[in-house]
Nanobody
Framework: QVQVAESGGGLVQPGGSLRLSCVAS????????MRWYRRVPGSQRELVAK???????TFADSVKGRFSISRDNAKNTTSLQMNNLKPEDTAVYYC?????????WGQGTQVTVSS
């Protein structure tokens, strides 16, 4: 059974940092590209960051220079380090695992940036 689970969300002040983690079980993790998306109620889902199975990372323009993404294939984990957070980063963040038509999602974790 495949499970994707995010953790690490919470409330943080502007300028602060959070680290989101995603554990994906039941898959050959090293084969999968891993993505982080976010969604604000009433808006479309936004791709925030991606790390390929080869370790190549890409980011949305809105988070470049502030967010980083990493993966640990031994632990079936991907992480999103978010620095210098802004109120507009407030959203539910979702982890996605994708490979060859196999597409799995977590339940999401809320990130709120507010003073």
């Amino acid at each position: 059974q495949v499970q994707v689970a995010e953790s690490g969300g919470g409330l943080v002040q502007p300028g602060g940092s959070l680290r989101l983690s995603c554990v994906a079980s039941g898959i050959h993790f090293r084969l999968y590209d891993m993505r982080w998306y976010r969604r604000v109620p009433g808006s479309q889902r936004e791709l925030v960051a991606k790390i390929t199975r080869g370790g190549r990372s890409t980011f949305a323009d809105s988070v470049k220079g502030r967010f980083s993404i990493s993966r640990d294939n031994a632990k079936n984990t991907t992480s999103l380090q978010m620095n210098n957070l802004k109120p507009e980063d407030t959203a539910v963040y979702y982890c996605n695992a994708d490979w060859d038509g196999h597409d799995y999602w977590g339940q999401g974790t809320q990130v709120t940036v507010s003073s």
